[in-house]
């Protein structure tokens, strides 16, 4: 019992490795260029390992695309903004989020799923498809503080949220091809600062100044 325990947690330990490794280098090199052997060798396994948990580089996108959407939920779920009470400053807050996470080279913060859509949505339509369905599942998100903005900032929408939700995403992806484009997260920074005003315009919001917010708070 204690050998298949073992070599259970041997097995799902190769296949997070292959996995972890798939994000790094799809978003590095893009999904036609990524070879298997790359994969391999970046995970530190062999072919062998990876046509045991895999049977296609195809397989193995299409788990990427789950995991990586898997670890963004539980990264933005305890995301700082999830605390702030006004639904419009969370859905700033993501903004902001966003805009924090640019650190590091430029596949520690880009998009796997943008990545992989943008060669494959007609050459593979199975990841075309994931990719929609996790891309829309996590604009799906924010529609709960779209809806609520718009009740507590007494918003006449003529558009409906989840064409804001998506809007928001659409920056966000071009903001990361911008990045990738001039080799730098600048553009992309920018790209989002210009994402958060459009959304306090569009709110009627004016955020009270930091020393003004002291001052009401020892009235």
């Not at 073992?6 to 292959?18: G, P």
């Not at 990545?115 to 498809?129: A, N």
């Not at 779209?146 to 918003?155: L, N, P, Q, T």
Request: net charge negative; proline share 4%; glycine share 6%.
């Amino acid at each position: 019992m204690q050998a298949t325990e073992t070599q259970y947690k041997s097995r799902h330990e190769s296949k997070t490795r292959l996995l972890d490794a798939a994000l790094y280098v799809i978003r590095a090199k893009g999904y036609s260029a990524t070879r298997i052997e790359d994969i391999c060798e970046a995970a530190g396994l062999t072919k062998g390992s990876f046509f045991h948990h895999f049977k296609s580089k195809e397989e193995l996108a299409l788990a990427a695309g789950e995991h990586f959407s898997v670890m963004a939920e539980g990264i933005f779920s305890i995301a700082p903004y999830q605390s702030l009470t006004d639904p419009l400053e969370r859905l700033l807050g993501y903004v902001d989020f966003r805009k924090a996470t640019l650190q590091g080279e430029l596949p520690d913060y880009t998009c796997l799923l943008g990545t992989m859509v943008q060669e494959t949505y007609e050459t593979h339509p199975l990841i075309r498809k994931a990719c929609d369905r996790c891309i829309g599942a996590h604009a799906a998100t924010l529609v709960p503080d779209i809806e609520a903005a718009i009740r507590k900032y007494g918003i006449a929408a003529e558009w409906s949220v989840e064409s804001l939700a998506y809007y928001t995403q659409s920056v966000i992806q071009g903001a990361f091809i911008l990045a990738k484009a001039q080799h730098s997260p600048e553009v992309a920074a920018a790209c989002l600062d210009h994402l958060r005003r459009y959304l306090e315009m569009l709110f009627n919001y004016s955020p009270i100044p930091q020393r003004q917010r002291r001052w009401n708070e020892t009235d």
